[in-house]
C-alpha cells in the first residue's frame, strides 16, 4: 500500500517534471546518459542480508545479464531493476510519497531501539512475511534484532531516499560494496565523522548575512 501520485492524471506539467525525475535518474530502462552510463546497483552486502526466498531480490539484476534497451546501456552486476519508466522516451513514474512497508519499519525499529524487543519483533515479522513467506524470527534481540531491522529498510526504501539520513541520524559511516566502482561514484568510504554529512549553506547567504557562520 502507498500514498503516491498517479503521474497519468497530472496536467500540471511542472509536476510532470518532477514526477519524471524517478524515471530519469533511479530508472534502468530511459534513454539518458545518466541511466545508459550511470547504473544504478545495491551494494552487495545489502543485497546479500535478503534470505533466497525474499522476493525482492527480483527488484535487482545480481548477473548483471537481464536485458536493456540497446547495446548503449551499460550492464552491472545487481543493477536496478525496482525502478522503470514509462518509456525510453517517456521518464515519467509514480511516485511514492509515503509507504505502508515505512510505516511498519520505523515502529519496529522504534520500538526495538525503546527495548521493547517482543513487540518489535512481532511487527517486524508482520510486514517481513510479505516480503519472504518463509521468514521466522531468528530469535534476536537488542542490537541484533535492530540490525536485521534496518537492514530490511535499508532493501525495502532502496533509492527512495533515506539511506544518507539513516546513517546521519544513527551517526554511521558509508561503506560501498565490492561491486561499486570508485571512478563513477568517487569514493567507496566515507567515516562518519567525515566532512560532507551536512549540507552546506550556499555561498550567496553566507555573503550577503553577516549572521550565518560558513560550514564550508
Given at each position: 500500500?502507498?500514498w ?16 519524471s ?31 533466497e526466498t525474499?522476493?525482492?531480490?527480483a ?5 548483471g ?5 540497446s ?8 543493477q ?11 521518464a ?10 515505512e510505516m511498519?519499519?520505523?515502529?519496529a525499529?522504534?520500538?526495538?531501539r ?8 512481532t511487527?517486524f515479522?508482520k ?11 531468528k ?7 535492530a540490525?536485521?531491522i534496518m537492514?530490511?529498510?535499508r ?10 539520513y ?15 566502482d570508485?571512478?563513477f ?24 548575512n ?7
Amino acid at each position: 500500500m502507498a500514498w503516491e501520485e498517479d503521474s497519468c492524471i497530472c496536467l500540471n506539467m511542472q509536476l510532470i517534471a518532477i514526477l519524471s525525475r524517478i524515471g530519469v535518474y533511479m530508472s534502468w530502462n530511459f534513454n539518458s546518459s545518466a541511466i545508459r552510463q550511470g547504473v544504478k546497483c545495491i551494494n552487495v552486502d545489502a543485497y546479500e542480508t535478503m534470505s533466497e526466498t525474499d522476493l525482492r531480490r527480483a527488484w535487482w539484476d545480481p548477473t548483471g545479464e537481464a536485458s536493456v534497451p540497446s547495446s548503449s546501456y551499460a550492464k552491472n552486476a545487481y543493477q536496478n531493476r525496482k525502478f522503470t519508466a514509462r518509456s525510453t522516451a517517456d521518464a515519467v513514474g509514480d511516485v511514492a510519497f509515503m509507504r505502508l512497508a515505512e510505516m511498519y519499519l520505523t515502529q519496529a525499529e522504534a520500538l526495538v531501539r525503546a527495548g521493547k524487543d517482543s513487540e518489535a519483533q512481532t511487527v517486524f515479522t508482520k510486514f517481513q512475511i510479505t516480503r519472504d513467506p518463509s521468514y521466522v524470527s531468528k530469535g534476536n534481540i537488542g542490537d541484533a534484532l535492530a540490525e536485521e531491522i534496518m537492514n530490511s529498510r535499508r532493501v525495502e526504501l532502496w533509492g527512495e531516499g533515506f539511506r544518507f539520513y539513516d546513517l546521519k541520524r544513527l551517526h554511521l559511516s558509508i561503506k560501498r560494496g565490492s561491486n561499486f566502482d570508485i571512478a563513477f561514484c568517487t569514493f567507496l568510504e566515507k567515516d562518519k565523522d567525515a566532512q560532507g554529512w551536512v549540507w552546506e549553506i550556499p555561498k550567496i547567504e553566507t555573503d550577503f548575512n553577516s549572521l550565518f557562520t560558513k560550514n564550508y
